[in-house]
């Protein structure tokens, strides 16, 4: 059984730094790769970033790029994601999936093992 397990989360100032890792288990093969994603209340999911396994290739949402830096332990199947800077904007619950493709994808329906979730919160 596949299991995904998000940890780092917490409360922070704005202009702070917190850094999210996400463990993948139960894997019979690597994943093809992972990304980030995140849920503030009321609103719906949304893609945060994402690494291809093989090559490492990253990609990220406008909204964090230059800030956040998503990377990988492949004998670990573990991904990180370093967050600096940190706004408001950025509070929500930051969940980490394995992807079904190996190429760059936002869409939550090419991600298949979600983890639980880790709360952000960054206050003004």
């Known amino acids: 059984q596949v299991q995904v397990d998000e940890s780092g989360g917490g409360l922070v100032q704005a202009g702070g730094s917190l850094r999210l890792s996400c463990a993948a288990s139960?894997?019979?093969?690597?994943?093809?790769?992972m990304g980030w994603f995140r849920q503030a209340p009321g609103k719906e999911r949304e893609f945060v970033a994402g690494?291809?396994?093989?090559?490492?290739?990253?990609y990220y949402a406008d909204s964090v790029k230059g800030r956040f830096t998503i990377s990988r332990d492949n004998a670990k199947n573990t991904v990180y994601l370093q967050m600096n800077n940190l706004k408001p904007e950025d509070t929500a619950v930051y969940y980490c999936?394995?992807?079904?493709?190996?190429?760059?994808?936002?869409?939550?329906?090419?991600?298949?093992?979600w983890g639980q979730g880790t709360q952000v919160t960054v206050s003004s």
């Open positions: 999936a394995t992807g079904t493709r190996s190429y760059y994808s936002r869409a939550l329906s090419d991600y298949d093992n």
């Open positions: 139960g894997l019979t093969f690597s994943p093809r790769s």
């Open positions: 690494i291809t396994w093989n090559l490492g290739t990253t």
